[in-house]
């Protein structure tokens, strides 16, 4: 595993992000319907942040201690994803080895790192990908298994 490439492991395809331009009512959406935990933001091709869903459920526990009425027209008015995501998040290149990754992910107390060539998003890393590659490492599928018992089987 400390060998081996981010490239190798992290999301390439289909990759979901959000614009500067969406609204949080639409990253809610993103995370309730894609089951996702975090949307990389992009203004055009250029990676500027990041949202989770716990930066929407920080907002709306402010808001809550803060008497403040909550509906998607209330969030989509008054914040902005600018205004929630992280700006400027980590990144690492395809090259990255994934130790390094992981040592990145620990140190920042953080679950996703997207994956970027010259700020432009290639790729995305969670922990759930680690996650994957550990159990795949210390289960590997069985090549020589094979039910030979009579009698039992469809």
Not at 40 to 48: A, K, Q, S, T
Not at 104 to 115: A, D
Request: charged residues 20%.
């Amino acid at each position: 595993m400390t060998q081996a490439r981010v490239k190798s492991i992290m999301t390439d395809e289909n990759i979901i992000v959000a614009s500067v331009n969406n609204t949080i009512s639409e990253a809610i959406h993103f995370f309730a319907n894609k089951h996702l935990q975090h949307l990389p933001v992009l203004d055009g091709e250029n990676l500027i942040g990041i949202i989770s869903v716990n930066d929407v459920v920080h907002l709306t526990a402010q808001m809550l201690a803060n008497g403040e009425f909550i509906s998607k027209e209330v969030l989509n008015n008054k914040y902005a994803l600018k205004d929630i995501m992280t700006p400027n998040p980590v990144w690492v290149a395809p090259e990255t080895s994934i130790a390094d990754a992981l040592s990145i992910l620990v140190k920042g107390n953080i679950q996703c790192l997207p994956i970027c060539v010259e700020n432009k998003l290639v790729g995305i890393l969670s922990s759930k990908d680690l996650i994957k590659l550990y159990a795949r490492e210390e289960n590997p599928p069985h090549t020589n298994f094979e039910i030979s018992t009579p009698g039992f089987g469809i």
